[in-house]
């Protein structure tokens, strides 16, 4: 699992960010189990409280179980709750400054799709 990490958010929530759309993207799928803690942090070279802590997130949040004693699990219909959250989330906060700033540069539909406009 490749991660670019920033220094603009904590570590935590860019890892969960990842494995959201690993989730989204189909390589996690419904049941499938994540990586471990152990070799997440290991491969990562970040703290296992902090993955633990990506992974409490995703279980609050109904994407994930706990099976205990075998591990963390996606949970079946994760993908489409996910899909929701993430669309209504382009459309009320990213979508909105996006539009401004084609509003702003005079931006054409021709030009933003990539077409020659005549």
């Keep these: 699992m490749e991660v670019n990490w920033n220094n603009k958010d904590p570590i935590y929530l860019q890892l969960k960010e990842r494995l959201v759309e690993l989730i989204l993207?189909?390589?996690?799928n419904?049941?499938?189990a994540l990586p471990s803690v152990r070799?997440?942090?290991?491969?990562?070279?970040?703290?296992?409280i902090t993955v633990s802590k990506a992974f409490q997130i995703l279980v609050d949040e109904e994407i994930v179980e706990k099976k205990r004693g075998?591990?963390?699990?996606?949970?079946?219909g994760a993908k489409d709750k996910l899909s929701r959250q993430e669309k209504a989330k382009f459309l009320e906060q990213e979508w909105p400054q996006i539009?401004?700033?084609?509003?702003?540069?005079?931006?054409?539909v021709d030009e933003l799709l990539g077409r020659k406009k005549n």
Excluded: F, T, W
């Design 25 to 28: 993207d189909g390589v996690l």
């Design 30 to 32: 419904e049941g499938d």
């Design 39 to 48: 070799h997440i942090s290991s491969e990562q070279r970040i703290n296992p």
């Design 70 to 76: 075998i591990g963390m699990y996606v949970l079946n």
């Design 99 to 108: 539009a401004a700033r084609i509003e702003r540069l005079g931006l054409e």
